[in-house]
């Protein structure tokens, strides 16, 4: 829906999404996984979608990247803002990855996870 609303308002929206994916915007592909999805498969996703980040970030000026997987912090750029939105309960999340550890990093989720501001924006 963000990549399309961000398109439609005039935008260039660069979409990193498994082979297949569609996209109103720019797509770019990685490998989709088949069989079972282990933690060899996640570790080969999040590189793929490491290096989709770097590539995208070298080829064009990216003003923010959203993430918004449940593994975000295994491939979270280094740099550049970055908005990341949290889907699920605070605590599905590895508490590593609620810390900012880098001033342009951003969380975005429902209303409920106002409750946990610490967690959120804690510099410790």
């Known amino acids: 829906m963000l990549d399309r609303e961000l398109v439609r308002a005039g935008h260039r929206s660069i979409v990193i999404g498994c082979r297949g994916s569609s996209a109103s915007g720019t797509l770019v592909e990685i490998p989709a996984e088949n069989g079972v999805l282990d933690e060899a498969a996640k570790s080969r996703a999040q590189q793929a979608h490491r290096k989709a980040i770097a590539a995208a970030r070298a080829r064009w000026p990216i003003d923010v990247a959203h993430l918004h997987g449940i593994d975000f912090h295994a491939y ?44 959120l924006t804690s510099k410790h």
Not at 82 to 100: I, K, N
Not at 105 to 114: E, F, V
């Open 76 to 119: 979270l750029p280094d740099d550049g803002p970055t908005l990341v939105s949290l889907h699920l309960p605070l605590d599905w999340y590895p508490a590593e990855a609620l810390r900012p550890t880098r001033s342009k990093r951003r969380h975005q989720g429902p209303d409920w996870w106002r409750r946990f501001p610490t967690a």
